[in-house]
């Protein structure tokens, strides 16, 4: 692994920082045109989050194993667009995004596409370099080359080449149909391709590939577009993030963010209630986020979707084999008390995924009711479990023919969804049906086969399929022997009706048209219950009263994602 990664950041707090910058608050001063000047008493919080990243670039650090849902990347850097909390691509950089309607998405008749971005006037680098059309097509050449090895992202195959008909104006031509083309070069979690700086990394590039991953850049010396810029960078403790006086879109309200590293939950929460952090950016439970919020006075949770939890079925060999039969699956969730999970499990706080659409999704309006919906009847579950020939005995439970009694596995990976299987397992008995929670052990946790191979129920959370669609039910993606058990359908559902009409999704551009293939996708999984939804899982952030504007409630949008316009009483 890169040589900065193997030992992080350590080396790198003593290094010289970024021009001019000093992890004392700003003074107040005035700014250009445009941008509002610094408060008199600079404002100042605290954020937290459970682990250091290994670099606040989104690709680097998930090439070194980081997740960073934690928000800081967008905080430090900016791309053309970015998710909105509604699932839109909304401009960043860009005066606008580019779509059929405003002319600057343009489909061509041999199945190839185009689209156009015009760079917002102003748009700078942190150390006041213009942002350019070159840095794109630079971000692109590095994105592309294999030597590199870390940046490759799937969904950007499909560009041919990227165009500079000048400063301003970036051209991609596609060599096939990408309809997530709105967010190229911007902020989409697992699709993030943010622009490179060109005029610091270029020669480092050229010079020597194999260690371009090594450069202090990529830790405390970063240098981005967005709305704050990395002032100091403790190793172990914390990260300074100063306001960017001339970010596009704005000079951020708030003067400095300070970012500690606090592994031990408790710890975070003993913090927050003792008012040393203001906003928790790490991943934190939703128990512990309610603990907070009961016991400090004003505290508001950021309550986004992330990804339904589900009970995946088994459809190679399940065991029992009723589990293949759509009827009985349609019994199950008549069966499931699904409302009372959102009230004991999430507060009431979530709501019942009767698909995996999220309900604030841009799209789900469009595709709604085609969603097949299974309202609790325990009483109808019964009856369509005694039309597949099972006998309920004195006890309540199901019997076969032989006798045995109908019990399936709830398999879970982690405590959380555990919980989730219990219940699960406490509602399908009050049926007559026994579901056995079993919390997979830590050593076969990356056991590809024995994960790929349960025999009944799989109980986790997904994030939202509209996504990757193919990856996540696709006939080429089932885990099975043969690709060595890779893949991300996780039930390993295979379908050649349901993959044609992914096909069209994935390669339909006009939105309606689309939207079309996406209700008939919808019907299709909540028809046949290739996926059994519970609830939505949450990804809680909690932040003090004195915070606003803290805003996400869409899994790819960050907590961060609208930053600069979070307002602090003082």
């Known amino acids: 692994m890169a040589g900065w990664l193997r030992s992080p950041i350590l080396a790198l707090v003593l290094v010289g920082l970024l021009a001019g910058c000093s992890p004392t608050a700003p003074q107040a001063t005035t700014t250009g045109e445009g941008q509002p000047a610094k408060s008199a008493t600079p404002k100042r919080i605290v954020a937290a989050m459970g682990s250091e990243p290994s670099s606040v670039d989104l690709n680097v650090a998930a090439y070194a ?7 800081i990347g967008v905080m430090v850097n900016s791309g053309l667009s970015i998710v909105s909390p509604q699932g839109n691509a909304v401009p960043q950089l860009a005066e606008g995004v580019p779509s059929i309607d405003n002319g600057l998405w343009k489909l061509l008749p041999d199945g190839r596409m185009e689209t156009s971005w015009r760079i917002r006037p102003g748009a700078q680098w942190h150390d006041s370099v213009p942002f350019t059309s070159a840095d794109i097509a630079f971000t692109y050449q590095v994105e592309e080359d294999r030597e590199v090895g870390i940046f490759q992202q799937a969904a950007y195959s499909g560009i041919d080449r990227v165009e500079t008909p000048d400063a301003s104006t970036v051209r991609v031509l596609w060599k096939r149909a990408y309809i997530y083309a709105d967010l190229s070069f911007g902020y989409n979690q697992d699709r993030s391709m943010l622009p490179l700086p060109k005029h610091l990394l270029e020669d480092a590039y050229k010079t020597d590939k194999a260690t371009f991953i090594d450069l202090p850049y990529w830790g405390a010396q970063f240098v981005g577009t967005g709305p704050y810029r990395i002032a100091q960078w403790v190793a172990g403790s914390h990260i300074i993030a100063e306001a960017n006086d001339h970010y596009v879109l704005g000079r951020p309200k708030i003067d400095v963010i300070e970012v500690r590293f606090i592994p031990d939950p408790n710890a975070l929460i003993s913090n927050m209630l003792a008012g040393q952090v203001d906003v928790t950016l790490a991943p934190i439970n939703l128990e512990q986020a309610r603990e907070v919020t009961s016991r400090l006075p004003g505290a508001q949770m950021d309550l986004p979707f992330l990804g339904a939890v589900t009970a995946f079925p088994q459809f190679i060999g399940p065991n029992p084999a009723v589990v293949a039969n759509p009827q009985f699956r349609r019994a199950l969730m008549y069966g499931s008390d699904r409302q009372q999970m959102v009230e004991t499990l999430t507060g009431g706080l979530s709501s019942v995924a009767d698909t995996f659409l999220y309900p604030t999704d841009a799209d789900f309006k469009d595709v709604e009711s085609s969603i097949v919906k299974y309202d609790y009847d325990p009483r109808r ?36 969804y555990v919980t989730s299987a219990e219940a699960i397992g406490g509602m399908w008995k009050q049926i007559g049906v026994t579901g056995v929670p079993y919390q997979v052990p830590p050593q076969l946790d990356g056991d590809a086969a024995f994960n790929a191979e349960y025999p009944a129920f799989q109980v986790l959370a997904r994030g939202n399929y509209r996504w990757d669609l193919n990856r996540v039910l696709g006939t080429n993606q089932a885990p ?83 930053v600069q316009d979070w307002e602090a009483d003082y």
Do not use: C
């Not at 004195?394 to 596995?409: I, K, M």
């Open 480 to 562: 099975v022997p043969e690709n060595r058990y890779f893949g991300g359908n996780r039930g390993r559902y295979q379908n050649g009706d349901l993959d044609a009409v992914i096909a069209k999704y994935d390669s339909t551009i006009p939105l309606v048209e689309r939207n079309r293939y996406l209700a008939e996708i919808i019907h299709h999984v909540t028809d046949n219950l290739v996926l059994l939804t519970m609830y939505y899982n949450l990804n809680p952030a909690v932040y003090v009263a004195r915070l606003h504007n803290v805003s996400s409630k869409w899994e790819r949008s960050a907590h961060t994602w609208n």
């Open 381 to 416: 579950a019964v009856q369509m479990i005694e039309g597949l020939g099972y006998t309920r005995g004195t006890d309540g439970t199901f019997h076969d023919a032989s006798g045995q009694p109908l019990s399936v596995e709830l398999r879970a990976s982690s405590r959380s």
């Open 65 to 71: 194993g980081f997740s960073n849902y934690t928000g």
